[in-house]
């Protein structure tokens, strides 16, 4: 589908939710992608998916429907909904706090300790190795060793994180370094 077709989607999408379900549009806009059409004729609905928590809305018309069930797993959970009616304010304290979260974590004893070893398990950086763990394998098996050694630089991260969770912990570990690959990666001509 083209992106004009799906830009115009998307800002019905917008309008039904925000009269449907109090959703904030700009967080619809933000979280929200076109995955495509399901059924046929009469029965054809548009769906959209959700980047973080892959819940599904399903547009049909002007009439916006959550699909609170996915096969097996539930979703749409109130904590969710919750998120998506938050207001432009929450919205924008919510990046900020992102942001110092990604420069707190870039600056740390530990990710600069760290970070050429984060690094150079990327195919596009330089020292990169074939046959080496992913990224995020290597991530979760430095907190692990670094957990097992009682690490004060990783204690003193996941305080100030607010987390133990050794997935959370990797994901925030590894999100300085998307930023410098797309940093380093060569502009379009």
Known sequence: MNPAKINALIDTLKLSCARQFRFNPRRIAADMRYKGTEGQGNNLVHVFKDLHTHSLIELKGSMATLREQYGETPHW???????????????????????????????????????????????????????????REAARALITTLTEAHDPRLSAFAERMHTSDLEELSHLLLAPCHIERSERAPKPA
Do not use: N
């Open 77 to 135: 959970d109130e904590a969710e909904k919750k998120r998506y009616s938050q207001t432009d304010a929450e919205i924008d304290a919510e990046i900020a706090e992102k942001h110092a979260e990604l420069e707190f974590t870039r600056t740390s004893a530990l990710y600069q300790d760290h970070r050429e070893h984060l690094l150079s398990h990327y195919k596009d950086w330089p020292g990169y190795q074939e046959g080496r763990p992913s990224a």
